[in-house]
């Protein structure tokens, strides 16, 4: 079983960045593929990006250039970058960790969540 915690997340005004991270608990998740998807109000779950075991990567590609997914397995989290931030951004974000052997954006891809973070970003 893996529990992941997010944390970073918070208000920020338009044009601002956040880091976001993510850290299980119970075993490291290197044999995981890793994603950071997040719910709008009102809205469906959408992924923002996702990371493999082998460190490669994908983006929702409106947000390809603002938004950086990257893992530290030595530190064993996973971090979502978020620079030039708009108000469409504000959104719950939440991590996610696949063991399946696909790499993925569809959030059923992913076994295990986090409670998710809050990021509010103002006008």
């Known amino acids: 079983q893996v529990q992941l915690v997010e944390s970073g997340g918070g208000l920020v005004q338009a044009g601002g960045s956040l880091r976001l991270s993510c850290t299980p608990s119970g075993r490291s998740f290197s044999d995981y593929n890793l994603g950071w998807f997040r719910q709008a109000p009102g809205k469906e779950r959408e992924y923002v990006a996702i990371i493999s075991t082998g460190d490669g990567t994908a983006y929702y590609t409106p947000l390809r250039g603002r938004f950086t997914i990257s893992r530290d397995n030595n530190r064993n989290t996973l971090y979502l970058q978020m620079n030039s931030l708009k108000p469409e951004d504000t959104a719950i974000y939440y991590c996610?960790?696949?063991?399946?052997?696909?790499?993925?954006?569809?959030?059923?891809?992913?076994?295990?969540w986090g409670r998710g973070t809050q990021v509010t970003v103002s006008s």
């Open positions: 996610a960790a696949g063991s399946g052997p696909s790499f993925t954006s569809l959030p059923s891809g992913y076994n295990y």
